[in-house]
């Protein structure tokens, strides 16, 4: 069965985008990285908050602007959204219901990764106890606003075994399971 993966690239201080969800400071961090290189090979679908899929795009006036990876990527996409456009892009589908687009993007993906794409998304699927793994490329770069990694309010604990550590022209990537008890 696939695994949801949440992946994303993460300022030193934790945030994933700046102020008012600006992703243009990550423009010089997307160099070569092999451990994105070789996940892009084992994700099978995508399950991606509204607000990350309408965003702001860090590959803006590039070749790949408006796709996924910057386009190193195809597939389908679940959306999760309570107010869904009026037509979907060919390999989107939007959908209202959290469980059933983790039900939809896992058959989607068969035994590869689901990769999970936003914040808000992710501490949803972490919460209801779906989340397996996490993977964190951190930039060197200290943003000192915008959105958080994961916002996790009231003190919640979540435990994670590092599974894998490496370094990138631009990043440092760390990789971890969550724990269950």
Same mark, same amino acid.
């Given at each position: 069965?696939?695994?949801?993966?949440?992946?994303?690239?993460?300022?030193?201080?934790?945030?994933?985008?700046?102020?008012?969800?600006?992703?243009?400071?990550?423009?010089?961090?997307?160099?070569?990285?092999?451990?994105?290189?070789?996940?892009?090979?084992?994700?099978?679908?995508?399950?991606?908050?509204?607000?990350?899929?309408?965003?702001?795009?860090?590959?803006?006036?590039?070749?790949?602007?408006?796709?996924?990876?910057?386009?190193?990527?195809? !597939?389908?996409?679940?959306? &999760?959204?309570?107010?869904?456009? %009026?037509?979907?892009?060919?390999?989107? +589908?939007?959908?209202? /219901? *959290?469980?059933?687009?983790?039900?939809?993007?896992?058959?989607?993906?068969?035994?590869?990764?689901?990769?999970?794409?936003?914040?808000?998304?992710?501490?949803?699927?972490?919460?209801? !106890?779906?989340?397996?793994? &996490?993977?964190?490329?951190?930039? %060197?770069?200290?943003?000192?606003?915008? +959105?958080?990694?994961? /916002? *996790?309010?009231?003190?919640?604990?979540?435990?994670?075994?590092?599974?894998?550590?490496?370094?990138?022209?631009?990043?440092?990537?760390?990789?971890?399971?969550?724990?269950?008890?």
């Amino acid at each position: 069965m696939a695994r949801l993966l949440y992946s994303a690239t993460m300022s030193l201080d934790g945030y994933i985008a700046g102020p008012d969800g600006d992703m243009s400071w990550l423009a010089p961090y997307l160099g070569p990285n092999p451990i994105i290189d070789n996940l892009i090979n084992d994700v099978g679908a995508l399950l991606v908050g509204r607000r990350t899929f309408g965003g702001d795009d860090p590959y803006k006036g590039t070749k790949g602007e408006g796709e996924a990876f910057g386009g190193g990527w195809s !597939g389908s996409q679940f959306v &999760v959204t309570h107010r869904p456009p %009026p037509s979907s892009p060919p390999g989107t +589908v939007f959908m209202n /219901d *959290l469980a059933e687009a983790i039900a939809a993007s896992r058959r989607a993906a068969g035994e590869k990764y689901v990769n999970v794409l936003g914040a808000s998304i992710a501490r949803q699927c972490l919460q209801c !106890g779906e989340l397996d793994e &996490v993977l964190v490329c951190i930039a %060197p770069v200290l943003l000192g606003d915008g +959105v958080r990694l994961l /916002d *996790l309010t009231g003190g919640t604990n979540v435990r994670l075994e590092r599974t894998d550590v490496s370094l990138a022209a631009h990043a440092t990537n760390v990789w971890f399971r969550i724990v269950r008890n």
